[in-house]
């Protein structure tokens, strides 16, 4: 069976973004890095890739008229490699309907909460005001509402009792850097319900 083309969609560091790089340099790992997209021309993520030898295009939304001109960007950018899967990996710009039907049931994320908990944004902050003893992360397929479409995995984090939002994210995060290439893979293999 031929690997799954992954594009990657990022805006900042790629910690994420490398976790997949990682599990991909992986002999028995079902997928390849084809592409990494990115709407911030300074990540991080873009060295990242370009260190691997992996192709990256930037696209960014002020360059395009409207959404649906950004959005069809994206996917002529996404389909020049050829990819199966895209993955958005802390992508910070909210994609048009058109981009979420065209690569619906192909278009994944990862959210720092137990969907369908804590949806949206300041994830950890309001996890700590809540006072929830676990919290942890969730990769999803996307769908047109926000942080609600089918759930493929998640990982439970304990919340302590002295935690910050900055403490709480970090030990999230490296869940993340976890289930999201077991996401890939449960993908790649169809193993997904």
Request: with cysteine; net charge negative.
């Amino acid at each position: 069976m031929a690997a799954l083309k992954l594009a990657v969609l990022i805006s900042g560091r790629g910690s994420n973004l490398q976790a997949l790089i990682d599990a991909c340099a992986g002999r028995d790992f079902p997928a390849t890095v084809a592409l990494v997209v990115s709407n911030n021309p300074q990540a991080q993520g873009l060295a990242r890739a370009g260190a691997c030898g992996i192709p990256t295009a930037v696209i960014e939304r002020r360059d395009h008229g409207d959404r649906d001109a950004f959005d069809q960007a994206l996917t002529e950018a996404i389909g020049a490699h050829d990819a199966d899967l895209v993955c958005l990996a802390g992508f910070m710009s909210i994609l048009g309907a058109g981009f979420v039907a065209r690569w619906r049931g192909r278009l994944i994320n990862i959210h720092p909460s137990l969907l369908p908990e804590f949806p949206g944004l300041d994830t950890h902050a309001r996890v700590l005001v809540a006072g929830v003893r676990t919290t942890g992360c969730t990769v999803h397929y996307v769908t047109a509402e926000v942080d609600a479409g089918p759930v493929i995995i998640q990982q439970s984090v304990p919340v302590e009792a002295n935690d910050t939002p900055e403490t709480l994210a970090a030990r999230v995060l490296a869940a993340e850097h976890q289930i999201y290439p077991q996401a890939v893979r449960l993908i790649a293999e169809d193993r997904t319900t």
